[in-house]
T-cell receptor
Framework: DTAVSQTPKYLVTQMGNDKSIKCEQN?????MYWYKQDSKKFLKIMFS???????INETVPNRFSPKSPDKAHLNLHINSLELGDSAVYFC???????????????FGPGTRLTVL | DAKTTQPNSMESNEEEPVHLPCNHS???????IHWYRQLPSQGPEYVIH???SNVNNRMASLAIAEDRKSSTLILHRATLRDAAVYYC??????????FGSGTKLNVKP
C-alpha cells in the first residue's frame, strides 16, 4: 500500500498550457503539503493544507492553485505553464501540522514536470 | 528561522559508521531537530528527530550537543542503500520547515 501517491509521475507539456497534479494519502493525516524541487535540488515548500484549509502559501505565483476536496487529497493546478515551472513536485502529509513539531512528514514519489 | 550548515558531501565505506554533522547555531529553544534523507530519484524520507536528548531508532542515532547548536546523525553501519542526501532541519511548526542543501553521502563498497 502506497502511503502518499502522486499522478502522473512524469508530465511533459508546452508553455502556456494548464495542467494538474494529483496527490492522495491513505495515512489518515490532517495536513498535506506541496513542495517544489528545482534543477539545483533545492526543496522548497509551496503550500500546506490543514483539514482542507490553506495554512501556508509561500511566495508562489497565482498561477499555482491547490485544491483539497477532502483531507486525503491535495491537488495542484498550474495555469499558463512557464519554462521556469519545470521541476519535480512532491506532495507530503503529516499529522497535526502546526502545533505538532514532532510530526513526521511522509513524501510521495514526486512528479517530474517538464515545460517545453 | 534557524539556519543550518552541513558539509556538501561525505564519503564512507560500507559496513562502517558514519557521522553526519550539522550546525544550527541560531536554533530556538522550541525547535525540534529533524533529519530527513533523499535517495536518488525519490521523495525525502524521515530519519529521526529530537529536542534535547540523544535519540535512537532502527535507522540511526541522533546526538544533540548540550547547547543544541549542533547535532550529529550517526549511521552505525553504512550500507549502499544509505547513499543519499541528508538534511538537517530545525523545526517548530511547518511554516519553518525548510530544507537546506544537505550532505550528499557516498558509500563505497
Amino acid at each position: 500500500d502506497t502511503a502518499v501517491s502522486q499522478t502522473p509521475k512524469y508530465l511533459v507539456t508546452q508553455m502556456g498550457n494548464d495542467k494538474s497534479i494529483k496527490c492522495e494519502q491513505n495515512l489518515g493525516h490532517d495536513t498535506m503539503y506541496w513542495y517544489k524541487q528545482d534543477s539545483k535540488k533545492f526543496l522548497k515548500i509551496m503550500f500546506s493544507y490543514n483539514n482542507k484549509e490553506l495554512i501556508i502559501n509561500e511566495t508562489v505565483p497565482n498561477r499555482f492553485s491547490p485544491k483539497s476536496p477532502d483531507k486525503a487529497h491535495l491537488n495542484l493546478h498550474i495555469n499558463s505553464l512557464e519554462l521556469g515551472d519545470s521541476a519535480v513536485y512532491f506532495c507530503a502529509s503529516s499529522q497535526g501540522g502546526q502545533g505538532n513539531p514532532r510530526g513526521e512528514q511522509f513524501f510521495g514519489p514526486g512528479t517530474r514536470l517538464t515545460v517545453l | 528561522d534557524a539556519k543550518t550548515t552541513q558539509p556538501n558531501s561525505m564519503e564512507s565505506n560500507e559496513e562502517e559508521p558514519v557521522h553526519l554533522p550539522c550546525n544550527h547555531s541560531t536554533i530556538s529553544g522550541t525547535d525540534y531537530i529533524h533529519w530527513y534523507r533523499q535517495l536518488p530519484s525519490q521523495g525525502p524520507e524521515y530519519v529521526i528527530h529530537g529536542l534535547t536528548s540523544n535519540v535512537n531508532n532502527r535507522m540511526a542515532s541522533l546526538a544533540i550537543a548540550e547547547d543544541r547548536k549542533s547535532s550529529t546523525l550517526i549511521l552505525h553501519r553504512a550500507t549502499l542503500r544509505d547513499a543519499a542526501v541528508y538534511y538537517c532541519i530545525p523545526y517548530y511548526n511547518f511554516n519553518k520547515f525548510y530544507f537546506g542543501s544537505g550532505t550528499k553521502l557516498n558509500v563505497k563498497p
